[in-house]
């Protein structure tokens, strides 16, 4: 593109000594206008530097002729070009579809479309191309741009009286009018209905601001002004009943929390939420009060079309918008789950190490079958296969025994912790003193996760030890050799193995199958699958309507722990083998199963290692458990601090409350005391 090849900014002698001597400011020319936004462009964007155009208004001054020359040049090239489709396309959803619309705004990102060259957004496209071009404009003082309107004898948004049917204002109320249809007709859907029961008989705003609307724009076409007053009450009912518009919107988010959402509902109450926030930025250019209203409200129409149509491209708050209330719905799920992960009292403290027992209990054996399993002469995808079997049949009989499997806790509870950080935050005090609950749960969480991999690590081990001796030593079952036990103790060695990145690939799988929870979880309250099967008339018949109920209950309570489970089983098993089919080195390393692959390679080796391997071993241990929970949790607290609108700024005062318990009550951060 031409815009790209100029490496200089021109000063503003050249550029009006360019356009003068070219004799061609009576055409509509662009090369002029996109010169002069280039030199005040800045190179880096700074809010406590705005940028001014002083050095434009006195030259203008200066210099009559050109000034009347930059005046007509500027009428014909803003002359009748149409901009409705900046009004109502630009920056909002198109599509239901988030992924489509990823992909759409993608393509358009690296090859813009282009409209027709008569259109605004064209004229836009080619001189504001930077998308981040109305962060300076704005900051622009609106004196100056006045002056500027004023020097160059500028019209108006609202024309004068003679071609008041030609303003901009009838590209407005074009789009205005566009919007409210598509918002009328989208708000109808049954998707979108069924979130806002409470709205049933009541009569919709939609359709009561769109009459509204006609009768305003009849009124602005018979003023000579072309707009009404802002005092008008037709005008002030429209701003009334637009609130109504908002507050359907915000009762449907809202009850998400009641029926659960899809993504397809969260982007249709989306785009409708973007176009009202479109129309109600819109609405105050129809009413004006004075010439000065008309300055002000023409600068603010020019500022806002220039940022619409640079960010109507932006991926970023694309995903931030429509992942915020998914993401919401998921920590939701995981937070009131989480709550049963985080230990307060002693009896509660010693009830997660037991079933913290139950789980290395189970994980002991399923040391012994992968290994076992491996011995099957099969491909890699049914290594792959087997060993996700293996995994997710375990970790599923855990999650059924009530058993806990320490690593499973982080995806759980930085939900709940968020959740206390938001009381925290709308408490009274000082930063220091609203935290403090924040660290008392803190402290609860770690050594609830503490005991967790005790128990898990302290049975793990002592069981796969016992079966590999029942097996290989006493029913003389050759399951393991030096070889495999030597890879086994290697893989363990944080020093020489890859196990520290092989353990923040299991986090991150820990942190999806909490994603996976909270969805389906999300899924079967927005489906209404407990109504679905609780009155199913097969099962009615074959199970009985207590049955029915009971099964209804149990989906609704278990499925999505035995789904999140069942994938996470899958990650495990299959990582493996899909690194060697990409050549590359993937695998997982998980604090339960690396205790029970310890005692298994250490007996292979009869014990005759020395204590290197049994060193590394347990240092291996405790480093991979570290890296199993700190990836897990880290992922889990950033979408949970996603989905709530926490700032960042406020991780530092909960880090300085938990610092300060810790130097208080160290002890507490692994074992149960009394709190205070």
């Known amino acids: 593109m031409k815009l790209l090849r100029r490496s200089r900014k021109k000063e503003l002698n050249e550029l009006f000594d360019a356009f003068y001597n070219a004799a061609d400011y009576t055409s509509n020319n662009l ?304 937070a009131k789950t989480g709550e049963h992960y985080i230990t307060h009292s002693k009896k509660e403290y010693t009830n997660m190490f037991l079933t913290a027992c139950g789980a290395g209990l189970v994980v002991g054996f399923l040391c012994i079958f992968k290994i076992l399993l491996g011995k099957f002469h099969v491909s890699d995808f049914g290594h792959a296969l087997l060993y996700s079997l293996n995994y997710a049949f375990g970790f599923i009989l855990i999650y059924l025994l009530g058993f806990t499997l320490a690593t499973k806790q982080p995806a759980m509870t930085a939900a709940a912790i968020v959740k206390s950080i938001e009381a925290g935050m709308s408490a009274a005090g000082n930063e220091e003193d609203r935290h403090r609950s924040f660290a008392i749960l803190f402290s609860q969480l770690f050594r609830s996760q503490f005991i967790a991999f005790v128990g898990n690590v302290f049975i793990a081990f002592p069981v796969a030890l016992l079966l590999i001796w029942s097996l290989q030593g006493l029913a003389g079952f050759q399951i393991v050799d030096e070889h495999k036990s030597a890879v086994l103790l290697k893989d363990i060695n944080p020093i020489e193995s890859w196990a520290i990145f092989h353990a923040s690939i299991a986090g991150v799988f820990l942190f999806l199958s909490g994603i996976i929870s909270g969805s389906i979880s999300n899924k079967i309250k927005h489906k209404k699958i407990y109504n679905r099967i609780k009155e199913h008339p097969v099962l009615k018949i074959s199970l009985g309507k207590e049955g029915a109920q009971k099964f209804a209950s149990w989906i609704e309570r278990k499925w999505a722990g035995v789904a999140s489970n069942l994938w996470f089983g899958v990650f495990m098993g299959s990582t493996a083998s899909i690194g060697i089919f990409l050549g590359l080195n993937l695998d997982i390393r998980h604090i339960t199963f690396v205790a029970g692959n310890l005692a298994i390679g250490l007996f292979g080796e009869d014990f005759q290692s020395g204590w290197y391997p049994i060193l590394m071993g347990i240092i291996g241990i405790g480093v991979i458990g570290f890296f199993n929970f700190i990836v897990s949790f880290l992922l889990s607290l950033w979408l949970a601090l996603r989905s709530r609108d926490i700032p960042i700024s406020e991780l530092k005062y909960l880090f300085h409350s938990v610092w300060l318990y810790f130097r208080y009550k160290p002890v507490s951060f692994f074992l149960p005391l009394k709190d205070s």
């Open 31 to 334: 090369e002029f206008l996109i010169d002069l936004v280039a030199h005040f462009r800045p190179e880096k964007i700074e809010k406590d530097k705005p940028v001014s155009i002083q050095p434009l208004l006195d030259y203008l001054n200066e210099h009559a002729v050109r000034r009347y020359a930059m005046s007509i040049y500027l009428r014909n090239v803003f002359q009748n070009r149409k901009f409705t489709s900046i009004l109502t396309d630009s920056g909002i959803i198109r599509d239901a579809y988030f992924l489509r619309e990823v992909r759409e705004r993608l393509m358009s990102k690296i090859l813009p479309e282009q409209p027709e060259p008569d259109t605004l957004q064209f004229l836009l496209n080619q001189v504001f191309y930077k998308q981040k071009d109305f962060e300076w404009i704005q900051e622009i003082s609106l004196l100056e741009i006045n002056e500027l309107i004023i020097l160059l004898d500028l019209q108006t948004i609202y024309g004068n009286e003679e071609e008041s049917s030609n303003s901009a204002v009838t590209e407005i109320i074009s789009g205005i009018s566009l919007l409210i249809q598509r918002i009328s007709g989208r708000a109808l859907e049954q998707d979108v209905l069924i979130m806002v029961p409470e709205y049933e008989n009541v009569q919709s705003p939609f359709e009561s601001f769109e009459k509204k609307l006609d009768l305003v724009i009849s009124k602005i076409v018979d003023q000579r002004n072309f707009s009404v007053s802002t005092t008008d009450p037709d005008f002030q009912d429209l701003i009334q009943l637009l609130q109504g518009c908002h507050e359907i919107i915000n009762t449907a988010f809202d009850n998400s929390a009641k029926f659960g959402i899809s993504i397809r509902v969260n982007q249709s109450l989306l785009r409708i939420r973007q176009q009202l926030f479109r129309i109600e930025a819109l609405l105050p250019l129809l009413a004006t009060d004075s010439e000065e209203d008309k300055r002000d409200n023409s600068i603010y129409l020019a500022i806002k079309l220039i940022k619409y149509n640079c960010r109507k491209n932006n991926i970023r708050r694309l995903m931030l918008d429509s992942t915020q209330t998914i993401a919401y719905e998921v920590t939701q799920h995981t």
